[in-house]
């Protein structure tokens, strides 16, 4: 048997084992000794696997060089404790690690401020509840509104939209952990739109902000990027590089079939801005009968995009309900 083909057997191997250990657990009672653990801290949520921090759950405003969001995720570590994502840097200070956000937002036809860049716009964390901690996953349910006071010209702040988020943290298996993302858009008033930048990018939506290395190089299903790229259509895109220690490691964006939009589209940069660009600069409608559904996992790695087989990762969670 050649070395490829060992390798993958490796991994299919330790993605059967983590299904296995998920459907054990999934209706059991968790041990005292939980592997995956959410602790709540006066900010947000801090998840562990057995004992490793994971990401930190942002739930409480924060403000830094005149921009204010909750509700998104940073630090995120890899397996071996590097940090993978920034918030806040010196380029696009409105980037905080991994965070869903858009430029328009519409209510009939006047314009909530900007979302993406935090214009009169703030995420409100009304509940935050740990669903489940064990020996497979960590779970946290969120409910938040997007409020505003740029609603009418009272000046007072009105919820446009409720989201419902879970976050689940997979415990590590082998070289690889999951980190999974559903996101659920409601309206809470009438004729409510969101959309992307303005542009041809038409960037907004789900984002991993990464800590770029210098040796940082991105890949898509179509292969290694050597420039940036705008509305490129993939199912999954990979970042990896020497995030620390001369060590290479990674994370991939996955997308799954569920989602509003699949496959994705994608503005994929090398200064650290990976974005799945839902839906474009054509603004869509919310609908309290059918919510927009955003569905993604994030794979944590060791070594690179290739090596870690993120296309067979891809596969697996296409297969999840």
């Not at 290694?224 to 220690?245: P, Y």
Request: with cysteine; net charge negative.
């Amino acid at each position: 048997m050649s070395e490829s083909r060992h390798v993958r057997v490796a991994v299919a191997a330790a993605l059967l084992l983590m299904f296995a250990i998920h459907a054990k657990v999934a209706w059991a009672d968790p041990p005292a000794d939980h592997s995956v653990t959410i602790e709540q801290t006066d900010a947000g949520f801090k998840f562990c696997s057995r004992g490793r921090l994971v990401l930190f759950y942002q739930s409480k405003p924060i403000t830094q060089h005149n921009h204010t969001r909750a509700g998104f995720v940073h630090p995120l570590f890899g397996l071996d404790g590097e940090t993978l994502t920034e918030a806040f840097p010196k380029d696009h200070r409105h980037h905080q690690g991994v965070f869903w956000a858009w430029h328009q937002l519409w209510v009939g036809d006047r314009k909530i401020g900007d979302p993406w860049v935090t214009k009169d716009h703030l995420v409100v964390v009304k509940k935050a509840e740990i669903v489940d901690q064990g020996p497979a996953f960590a779970t946290l349910d969120v409910q938040a509104d997007w409020t505003s006071t740029a609603f009418d010209d009272s000046g007072k702040s009105k919820a446009i939209v409720a989201e419902q988020t879970r976050i689940r943290v997979h415990r590590e298996v082998g070289d690889v952990q999951y980190v999974d993302f559903t996101i659920q858009l409601t309206p809470l008033v009438d004729d409510v739109r969101i959309g992307g930048s303005e542009d041809v990018k038409g960037y907004s939506g789900f984002t991993v902000r990464v800590k770029p290395p210098e040796d940082m190089v991105i890949q898509t299903e179509s292969g290694i990027l050597e420039q940036d790229a705008v509305q490129t259509t993939s199912r999954w895109a990979g970042v990896s590089g020497s995030f620390a220690d001369e060590k290479t490691s990674g994370v991939a964006i996955l997308s799954h079939p569920s989602s509003a939009q699949f496959p994705s589209q994608w503005v994929l940069r090398h200064y650290g801005m990976q974005n799945v660009a839902y839906p474009g600069r054509e603004p869509i409608s919310l609908s309290a009968e059918q919510p927009v559904v955003i569905r993604h996992r994030l794979v944590l790695h060791r070594g690179t995009t290739q090596e870690a087989h993120i296309a067979d990762h891809q596969r697996v969670f296409e297969s999840a309900p």
